[in-house]
């Protein structure tokens, strides 16, 4: 589903930054995949990649079997409801309610009044957030304020999940509580990619994990750990 | 675009103007005031020009006979005058008539007779009315020719100097409304970018979730364009209660004043200011869209 070939991203500035150096890897339809390495290593300019928000200086990406390179700037927009993103920083509204936040997704991808006031209390209830369906961000702890973020991501049934240091802010309990969604949500068939520093998750879970350093691939495991 | 997302954008662009409240108050009141200056203008204009016509279509031509000249000579004169070409009526007023006229102007305590030493040195004269305004200079010039006419008076320059008037007003309106014009759509685009920049992280995460590039961009266009409109609706009210006003005023007192009363032109004026009005928003937004909105 996702094919990079020999891919390099360059940051051109006061210094020049290779973030990619000739990276090429697939990825397959309902895998879950965890990107591992040391900050800096290339992570999150994989994933800026992969949502399209930057081309790469060098190489070809290619999701579904059409090119990123070759995308045009108004197709952009529907490219992107098919993948459901997820931060470290949650990216939440704070003046709206957790059913506003969901809801606010689905209407900027313009879905009709009504499949958006069928569809946000059943994805809420999926990430066990039924009786808080109109409380304010700030008013939950960190680990439900991600699981909002999850049920934005997957309102739109995406073709695959992009998380990027998901559980960066949470203690060990909740993270495995987010992780936990994740893999439920990939036993649906939804593609899941995480980048991580979450040692004991991406121990625990045993899936692929592709290792950065450098920005290169350093490692690349069916059933890896750390 | 789906009616949803209309409805979305509708519900957004209102949401904004209220958290910016001042700012969107400032905008429509510019508004408001630049179209209501335009209106005065425009209905001034529209007033001399009625005026003008007015003045012209009753253009007669006054024609003052030599004093020595008998009343039966005098009164034969008439078929001459009816000689001219273009010429509509041809009447005969007598020095007598003439010295009655001018009584009825005063009041009924002063003789004017009296005053003028018993003596009446107004003439003879015929008024002479044309076909058509245009023709007025024409039939001035050949009646002067007749020997029997001392002299000859009309409305000339009155109307000329109506009309320039009516350019200079033109003028000074477009120039003005010009300026308070800029300063409106200013306002509209600092109005939306203050709102734009309140809105940047919604923005951010809109994107990222696959909103298309106008679904961002309406409920701040529409933004602008509702500030234009309220600040055109305003102005169309307040126009039209003063102008009432002042017309209902100028036919109970003036009444020969001939003020423009018709509806159908005043109505056409407000549609034209609710336009420009929406205009300017859109302008406005526009602006900001291009500047602060690279989405």
Avoid at chain 1, 135 to 164: E, F, K, T, W
Avoid at chain 2, 273 to 292: C, P
Wanted: net charge positive.
């Amino acid at each position: 589903m996702i094919q990079i070939f020999n891919v390099s991203k360059t940051y051109k500035g006061e210094v020049t930054v290779q973030a990619l150096k000739n990276i090429s890897l697939h990825i397959k339809r309902g895998e879950f995949v965890f990107l591992v390495g040391p900050s800096g290593a290339g992570k999150s300019t994989l994933t800026r990649l992969l949502i399209r928000e930057e081309l790469p200086t060098e190489g070809q990406i290619m999701v579904n079997g059409k090119s990123l390179l070759r995308l045009r700037k108004r197709e952009i927009p529907y490219y992107r409801r098919k993948i459901g993103f997820i931060f470290q920083d949650f990216r939440l509204l704070m003046d709206r309610t957790v059913y506003e936040n969901v809801a606010f997704a689905m209407e900027a991808m313009e879905f009709p009044r009504n499949e958006v006031k069928e569809k946000v209390p059943a994805v809420l209830e999926m990430v066990g957030l039924q009786d808080k369906i109109n409380a304010y961000p700030h008013q939950l702890s960190g680990g439900q304020q991600q699981r909002i973020c999850i049920a934005r991501a997957i309102v739109n049934n995406p073709l695959m999940i992009i998380a990027d240091e998901p559980t960066g802010n949470l203690d060990p309990d909740t993270s495995w509580e987010v992780m936990n969604i994740l893999q439920a949500i990939n036993k649906r068939g939804t593609t899941v990619i995480v980048a991580t520093h979450d040692r004991e998750s991406v121990n625990r879970l045993q899936k692929r994990v592709i290792a950065l350093a450098n920005g290169r691939i350093v490692r690349d495991e069916e059933r890896g750990g750390y | 675009m789906r009616l949803s997302s209309l409805e979305y954008a509708f519900r957004d662009a209102f949401r904004s103007m209220k958290r910016n409240k001042v700012m969107c108050l400032a905008a429509i009141a510019t508004v408001a005031v630049s179209l209501l200056i335009l209106g005065c203008a425009w209905l001034l204009v529209l007033n001399s020009e009625h005026m003008a016509s007015v003045m012209e279509s009753e253009l007669e031509i006054n024609a003052y006979l030599r004093s020595e000249i008998t009343r039966e000579d005098a009164l034969n004169l008439k078929r001459k005058f009816e000689a001219i070409g273009g010429v509509a009526q041809v009447t005969f007023i007598s020095k007598e008539e003439g010295l009655k006229n001018l009584q009825e102007r005063f009041d009924e305590d002063t003789n004017i007779l009296e005053a003028l030493g018993g003596n009446n040195p107004l003439p003879d004269m015929y008024r002479v009315k044309a076909k058509i305004a245009d023709d007025v200079p024409r039939i001035a010039m050949e009646v002067e020719k007749i020997p029997e006419v001392e002299n000859v008076r009309y409305g000339q320059g009155v109307v000329e100097k109506l009309l320039a008037l009516t350019n200079w007003l033109r003028t000074v309106g477009v120039v003005v409304v010009l300026v308070i014009g800029l300063a409106a759509v200013f306002l509209i685009a600092t109005s939306i970018r203050l709102t734009v920049f309140a809105r940047r992280r919604e923005i951010g995460i809109m994107k990222l979730v696959g909103a298309t590039d106008w679904y961002i961009r309406w409920p701040f266009f529409l933004e602008g364009l509702i500030v234009g409109f309220v600040g055109a609706v305003l102005a169309v009210l307040s126009l039209h209660f003063f102008y009432s006003r002042l017309v209902h005023n100028v036919i109970l007192t003036v009444n020969f004043l001939p003020i423009l009363n018709d509806l159908s032109i005043i109505v056409h004026v407000y549609k034209w200011l609710l336009f420009i009005g929406t205009f300017l928003g859109a302008v406005g937004s526009a602006i900001s869209l291009r500047r602060f909105l690279k989405v």
